[in-house]
């Protein structure tokens, strides 16, 4: 008999065994609440989302305008700084006449001299680039004739043009390739207490060029001549200690050349041939980085210099040759 109703039981238990394979498995029925909190967390990511992709839009935005303001800066600085040296040259131009027009083109000896920039005649022969009252004239006490000049440069000083802290004049422009006698009689006054990390008191500066001077003499914190390029490197020759209101006078022979193995440079102070850093009297170097340089004399100095600097200027000359200019 139980053999009998475990025969009959089998095939209801395999179709049971069936139907509950077949069936889907329910799911547990969402709690109250659970499907409002869902769609509200999806669209607060999604809100999120949104809001940083806008941030990161805006910034975007942000950083594009910055730049085409920058951009839009430099343009109208470097606009400004063209119109200023237009201006410059045709200054320089108009009070220089004939001296201008320096065309040598290879070394020579012919004892001329190409530009008198004593001051004699005030500042006819020169851009002035300076506060009024830091650059005059004086006929007492000067080192040949009745004409001197002073450059004066104390805390605060900022020249109008070009925004810096400068007492200069500016002469006339000198082409690569000319071999030149540049001669500047030098008085450091008994004012002077210039502290910083430099100071220009004469300089070679090539046209339309934002950067240092190929060539420059600077009067170190311990009154002491420095020749060199005019971003410090390299020097070329060093003075010993200067007296104070005394004249020197420097004359310096420059060949100018884009080429280190080319240009060269020799300097002569109060009459006397000087040793170089090279030990030698003659030291190659490049002494021009473009194709055209002019002179300028005074004081041109780095803005976080403190104290006043005092320098005199006198009997300034260029010529082809040490008799031309020595001769005055």
Known sequence: MEIRTRQLLAPLLAIL??????????????????????????????SA??????ARKQSRAAQRRRARQAKRRRQARAAQRRLLRAQRRAKRRSALGKQV????????????ILFRGDFEAGFDAWHLQALSHRATLFSSGTFQGAGAARFEVADGDVEPQTGSERSEVSGPTFDEGQD?????????????????????????????????????VF????DTLRLGAGDGSPTFWESGQLQRERWYDLVYRV?????????????????VPQRLENGQTRIYGQT???AQTYIKAGI??????????????????????LAAVAAG
Not at 17 to 27: G, H, K, Q
Not at 102 to 110: G, L, Q
Not at 300 to 321: F, N
């Open 17 to 46: 065994l069936i139907a509950c394979a077949a069936a889907p498995v329910a799911s547990a029925a969402p709690q109250p609440g659970q499907a409002g909190a869902a769609t509200a967390s999806t669209r607060t990511q999604e």
């Open 49 to 54: 989302k949104l809001l940083r992709g806008g």
């Open 101 to 112: 027009a320096v065309n040598a083109k290879a070394p020579t000896e012919n004892p001329e």
């Open 180 to 216: 030149l006698y540049i001669r500047d009689t030098i008085r450091v006054g008994a004012g002077n207490s210039f502290d910083g990390p430099w100071q220009i008191i004469q300089q070679l500066h090539e046209e339309d060029w934002d950067g240092s001077p190929g060539m420059a």
């Open 219 to 222: 009067l170190d914190e311990g």
């Open 255 to 271: 060949f100018l050349s884009q080429d280190p193995g080319a240009g060269f440079v020799e300097v002569w102070l109060d009459g």
């Open 288 to 290: 021009i980085q473009a």
């Open 300 to 321: 041109y100095r780095s803005k976080s210099s403190t104290g006043t600097s005092v320098v005199d200027h006198d009997a300034i000359l260029v010529g082809t040759s």
